[in-house]
T-cell receptor, first 114, second 115 residues
Framework: AQSVTQLGSHVSVSEGALVLLRCNYS??????LFWYVQYPNQGLQLLLK??????LVKGINGFEAEFKKSETSFHLTKPSAHMSDAAEYFC????????????FGAGTTVTVRA | GAVVSQHPSRVICKSGTSVKIECRSL??????MFWYRQFPKKSLMLMAT?????????EQGVEKDKFLINHASLTLSTLTVTSAHPEDSSFYIC???????????FGPGTRLTVT
C-alpha cells in the first residue's frame, strides 16, 4: 500500500522567490513518484516524475524534485516563482507493477504575490 | 500525443435522473482507465479502475450500482451516475494508460451539479 503526505495545504510566495512544496510518501515497494499541477476547473498536468535512476528530476516550467529514499521524501522546488505558478499541486505515488494505481496527497495551493 | 478528452465538461441534472460522462483517449489505445472524484478544495479520490472488456474494479466505499462504469473499447470509457442526488455533485476526472507504460494521462474533468 502507498500513501502520500503533503505538508502545508497552502503556500504563499512572492514573485521571484523560491517555491518549496513538501511531499513525504509511504510505500511497501519501490515507489514511482509524481507531481501534478491543476488549474481551476481543469484536469491534472504532469510536472515531473521519478521512477528509477537519477534522484534529481527536472520537469516542465522550471520545476524540479529530488527523491530521497532515506527521508521518504520527494519535495518540489522552483528557484523563482512566476505569477502563472499559482495553482493546486498534488504529489502522488504508485507501485511499480499491476494497475499502477495512484494515491494522491491532499494537495497544496500556491499563491504568488506580486 | 497522449490526449484524453471528457464530455461533457459541465452538466446540470435534476435529482433522480441519470447522467453519463464520457472519457476518450484520442491518440492511443487505453487498456486501463481510471475514474476519480474530486470534492472542492480536496484531493482526488480513486473511484474505480476499468480494463477494456472487463468489469470495473471499484474502490472500497464506492457504490457500484450507483456509479456504472463501462469500458467497451480501447478508446472509450463511460461513467453513469444513476439516480443522481445533490450529494453526487462533484468534479469527476478520468485518466487513461496503455499496457506498455505506468503513466496515466488525465482528462480535463467534468463538473456535475445535481439540483
Amino acid at each position: 500500500a502507498q500513501s502520500v503526505t503533503q505538508l502545508g495545504s497552502h503556500v504563499s510566495v512572492s514573485e521571484g522567490a523560491l517555491v518549496l512544496l513538501r511531499c513525504n510518501y509511504s510505500s511497501s515497494v519501490p515507489p514511482y513518484l509524481f507531481w501534478y499541477v491543476q488549474y481551476p476547473n481543469q484536469g491534472l498536468q504532469l510536472l515531473l516524475k521519478y521512477t528509477t535512476g537519477a534522484t534529481l528530476v527536472k520537469g516542465i516550467n522550471g520545476f524540479e524534485a529530488e527523491f530521497k529514499k532515506s527521508e521518504t521524501s520527494f519535495h518540489l522546488t522552483k528557484p523563482s516563482a512566476h505569477m502563472s505558478d499559482a495553482a493546486e499541486y498534488f504529489c502522488a505515488v504508485s507501485g511499480w507493477m499491476g494497475d499502477y494505481k495512484l494515491s494522491f496527497g491532499a494537495g497544496t495551493t500556491v499563491t504568488v504575490r506580486a | 500525443g497522449a490526449v484524453v478528452s471528457q464530455h461533457p465538461s459541465r452538466v446540470i441534472c435534476k435529482s433522480g435522473t441519470s447522467v453519463k460522462i464520457e472519457c476518450r483517449s484520442l491518440d492511443f489505445q487505453a487498456t486501463t482507465m481510471f475514474w476519480y472524484r474530486q470534492f472542492p478544495k480536496k484531493s482526488l479520490m480513486l473511484m474505480a479502475t476499468s480494463n477494456e472488456g472487463s468489469k470495473a474494479t471499484y474502490e472500497q466505499g464506492v457504490e457500484k450500482d450507483k456509479f456504472l462504469i463501462n469500458h467497451a473499447s480501447l478508446t472509450l470509457s463511460t461513467l453513469t451516475v444513476t439516480s443522481a442526488h445533490p450529494e453526487d455533485s462533484s468534479f469527476y476526472i478520468c485518466s487513461a494508460k496503455t499496457s506498455l507504460t505506468y503513466e496515466q494521462y488525465f482528462g480535463p474533468g467534468t463538473r456535475l451539479t445535481v439540483t
